[in-house]
């Protein structure tokens, strides 16, 4: 069964720009959850979707928002984008009424210059 | 709102020896999850282990076990016969259960533990 895939891998963008990312869960997972993770901060979360719905939010700036298609798919998107905004982006998906624990991608590595 | 805490940066280990690496949780919630999660360099999070709180039982899953102690709120991951692609970053993490029991929520991690395993 394929795992959580994340596109594009690494990704260089200039301040000012904005980016999407995109997360395609493991078939049959309906809830998707996004985590930045910087070698300062370490691994926060930035929101998590279930059903097309926006079930938790973390502390970021409106800059950085979401989707959850009905596919399950998940898109992350930031805009106007900092030199902060660089780090590792990893997405998660689970089961919605097992919980077996989140199976993470390898996520996408967004730099920004 | 939670906290983990794991207070060990960095551990080493020699191959085929027991390594316990440590954490903490600081919550006022009775119902919640517990996990291990494993990062290598391929930086992929991998699953080691999960904890139901409401259950005394510890954990195992083949060498890697938890000491899990609800009322010290520590929750210690014990790697057994350590080997080569243990090697990794290893994260804590916390998760408040939903009524019903339904898995989505956050995460809370700790800060992580760099485990080198040597030959």
């Known amino acids: 069964k394929a795992g959580v895939t994340q596109t594009p891998r690494y990704l260089i963008k200039t301040r000012g720009q904005q980016v999407t990312l995109s997360c395609s869960p493991i078939?049959?997972?309906?809830?998707v959850s996004w985590y930045q993770q910087t070698p300062g901060q370490g691994l926060q979360f930035l929101f998590e979707?279930?059903?097309?719905?926006?079930?938790n939010k973390g502390n970021f700036p409106g800059r950085f928002s979401g989707r959850q298609f009905s596919n399950s798919r998940s898109e992350m998107n930031v805009s106007t984008l900092e030199l902060g905004d660089s780090a590792l982006y990893l997405c998660?998906?689970?089961?919605?009424?097992?919980?077996?624990?989140?199976?993470f991608g390898s996520g996408t590595r967004l730099t920004v210059v | 709102a939670q906290t983990v805490t794991q207070s060990q940066p960095e551990m080493s280990v020699q191959e085929a020896e027991t390594v316990t690496l440590s954490c903490t949780y600081d919550?006022?919630?009775?119902?919640?999850?517990l996990f291990w999660y494993k990062q290598p360099p391929s930086r992929q999070m991998i699953l080691v282990i999960r904890q139901e709180a409401y259950k005394q039982q510890n954990a195992t899953e083949n060498r890697f076990s938890v000491n899990f102690q609800k009322a010290a709120k520590s929750f210690s991951l014990k790697i057994s016969d350590s080997q080569l692609g243990d090697t990794a970053m290893y994260f804590c993490?916390?998760?408040?259960?939903?009524?019903?029991?339904?898995?989505?929520?956050?995460?809370?991690f700790g800060q992580g533990t760099i485990l080198t395993v040597h030959p």
């Open positions: 998660a998906s689970s089961l919605v009424f097992r919980n077996y624990g989140y199976t």
């Open positions: 919550t006022s919630e009775n119902n919640y999850y």
């Open positions: 993490a916390f998760m408040k259960r939903n009524a019903g029991g339904t898995s989505y929520g956050k995460l809370t």
């Open positions: 979707y279930f059903s097309e719905t926006q079930r």
């Open positions: 078939s049959g997972h309906r809830s």
